[in-house]
């Protein structure tokens, strides 16, 4: 059975930083894309941030402040988020897809239960 796990929410003050891995187990996801996606009570889920090889892609509003990287030897995946604004606080799920199309359309084989990030002004 798949299970990815994310860690590393918390609460920052703005202009903070924050990194979240996710660990994934069950299942090597060497050969997948692997992401993030991020959901505010209320509103509904959004793509923050994919990689699959050497290919990587960003939600344009975290461009230059969020950094994805993962480490396929320990199946974990990261969020580096710096500069972070009130706007980013929300539940932060970590993900796996075919490819980073799917990824950003969230047709989605596998996702965790979600970490919360909360970014006071």
């Known amino acids: 059975q798949v299970h990815l796990v994310e860690s590393g929410g918390g609460l920052v003050q703005a202009g903070g930083s924050l990194r979240l891995s996710c660990a994934a187990s069950?299942?090597?996801?060497?050969?997948?894309?692997m992401g993030w996606l991020r959901q505010v009570p209320g509103k509904e889920r959004e793509f923050v941030a994919a990689?699959?090889?050497?290919?990587?892609h960003y939600k344009e509003s975290v461009k230059g402040r969020f950094t994805i990287a993962r480490d396929n030897a320990k199946n974990t995946v990261y969020l580096q988020m710096n500069s972070l604004k009130p706007e980013d606080t929300a539940v932060y799920y970590c993900?796996?897809?075919?490819?980073?199309?799917?990824?950003?359309?969230?047709?989605?084989?596998?996702w965790g239960q979600g970490t919360l990030v909360t970014v006071s002004s």
């Open positions: 990689m699959m090889g050497g290919t990587t």
């Open positions: 993900a796996a897809a075919a490819n980073i199309a799917s990824m950003i359309l969230e047709n989605l084989d596998a």
């Open positions: 069950g299942r090597t996801f060497s050969s997948s894309a």
